[in-house]
């Protein structure tokens, strides 16, 4: 278990307790350059929707990586843990951590791939599309309060430049 599973959960004696199990506590921040630096606010701004979300899915037994899975899974397709990391933009290692666990409470399981039989490919349980739905739904809530804290003129243009900075971002000249 690795990254974002290792830190759900915490060193209690000889056994291991989710973190979802112990008291809330506030997430400290991590800065990535000065706080007057773009990649700063949007690094802020990236970490408390996440922060919220993990703590409306935290209800359904669920850390915030393992919501992806699901949702990377949603649409009734089975995947290898390799193409789930390419999506999740994290480590093999990291996936199989997080497909273990959430196999574990029974909400998707591995299966050998009809092409490939050295590679397993991981799929939906009936409980796992559930939990999906229902975290799918609370992400869906989160951002729609997010929404509507913001004026329409607000997010539309919000979102514009997001979208702008996406674009130009990977063309940008850096001999100058």
């Not at 996936?95 to 791939?113: P, W």
């Amino acid at each position: 278990m690795r990254g974002s599973e290792e830190a759900a959960m915490t060193e209690t004696s000889a056994t291991r307790t989710p973190r979802s199990a112990q008291p809330a506590r506030r997430r400290e921040t991590v800065q990535s350059g000065p706080p007057e630096t773009l990649g700063f606010h949007l690094k802020r701004a990236e970490q408390a929707l996440i922060a919220r979300k993990a703590g409306a899915v935290r209800a359904l037994d669920l850390t915030e990586p393992q919501c992806k899975v699901l949702g990377y899974l949603a649409d009734g397709s089975a995947k290898s843990c390799t193409q789930l990391s390419r999506e999740a933009l994290v480590t093999s290692q990291t996936m199989t951590g997080i497909v273990k666990n959430l196999e574990s409470k029974g909400l998707v399981e591995r299966h050998a791939s009809p092409d490939h039989s050295r590679v397993m490919l991981v799929s939906l349980t009936d409980a796992g599309a559930e939990r999906a739905a229902a975290a799918s739904d609370l992400s869906r809530r989160v951002e729609t309060r997010l929404r509507q804290a913001m004026t329409d003129e607000d997010y539309t243009r919000l979102i514009r430049l997001l979208g702008r900075v996406a674009e130009v971002t990977s063309d940008l000249a850096l001999d100058d």
